[in-house]
């Protein structure tokens, strides 16, 4: 995955291994994040062990809209913007912070990312990848439905914001 700036050298120079911190403090720090919520000790250090943390600095990309997908983020540490782009012009759609989760919707529909994410700060993002959920569900069946539903519950809120935010603007253009 390109950073935006081309160099996959320094793409990988940024990819830290799951050790970065010590793995009691980043097990308690996962559980209280929404995507890992309800999975056990053994299932989070099952999967540090697998995944890679992602660094972006101020400014430079973790992916671009329509590029392919095969992973999904959540971010550790920072402040991240998405975008859509209309017209040749990119609009932020909406900011996450530290616990939340991004690129899950390729993991659950197979397209290509739908929009791009821009670190506002730096960030770092554990990576999980389809591979990663494959071996999950084949160790963890009960814990890989588990991060499934939790990836599918986060997605259900973002669209129950969209909806909300439509039918306002749909509202407010047109006569009772």
Same mark, same amino acid.
């Given at each position: 995955?390109?950073?935006?700036?081309?160099?996959?050298?320094?793409?990988?120079?940024?990819?830290?291994?799951?050790?970065?911190?010590?793995?009691?403090?980043?097990?308690?720090?996962?559980?209280?994040?929404?995507?890992?919520?309800?999975?056990?000790?053994?299932?989070?250090?099952?999967?540090?062990?697998?995944?890679?943390?992602?660094?972006?600095?101020?400014?430079?990309?973790?992916?671009?809209?329509?590029?392919?997908?095969?992973?999904?983020?959540?971010?550790?540490?920072?402040? /991240?913007?998405?975008?859509?782009?209309?017209?040749?012009?990119?609009?932020?759609?909406?900011?996450?912070?530290?616990?939340?989760?991004?690129?899950? /919707?390729?993991?659950?529909?197979?397209?290509?990312?739908?929009?791009?994410?821009?670190?506002?700060?730096?960030?770092?993002?554990?990576?999980?990848?389809?591979?990663?959920?494959?071996?999950?569900?084949?160790?963890?069946?009960?814990?890989?439905?588990?991060?499934?539903?939790?990836?599918?519950?986060? /997605?259900?809120?973002?669209?129950?914001?969209?909806?909300?935010?439509?039918?306002?603007?749909?509202?407010?253009?047109?006569?009772?």
């Amino acid at each position: 995955m390109s950073n935006g700036t081309g160099n996959l050298a320094d793409d990988t120079m940024r990819r830290a291994t799951s050790q970065t911190r010590p793995t009691s403090e980043r097990i308690r720090l996962l559980q209280s994040m929404a995507a890992f919520g309800g999975l056990n000790e053994a299932t989070l250090e099952y999967l540090l062990g697998l995944t890679h943390v992602v660094q972006r600095r101020k400014g430079e990309y973790f992916y671009h809209e329509g590029e392919p997908a095969q992973s999904m983020f959540v971010l550790e540490s920072g402040k /991240v913007a998405m975008y859509k782009r209309w017209e040749g012009r990119d609009y932020r759609i909406h900011s996450l912070e530290r616990g939340e989760s991004f690129g899950q /919707v390729a993991l659950i529909d197979l397209g290509p990312r739908n929009t791009s994410t821009l670190a506002l700060t730096g960030s770092s993002a554990i990576e999980l990848t389809s591979r990663h959920l494959h071996d999950l569900y084949r160790k963890f069946p009960d814990q890989y439905l588990v991060l499934y539903m939790n990836m599918a519950r986060d /997605v259900c809120r973002r669209l129950r914001v969209a909806d909300q935010r439509a039918f306002e603007a749909r509202m407010q253009d047109s006569d009772p």
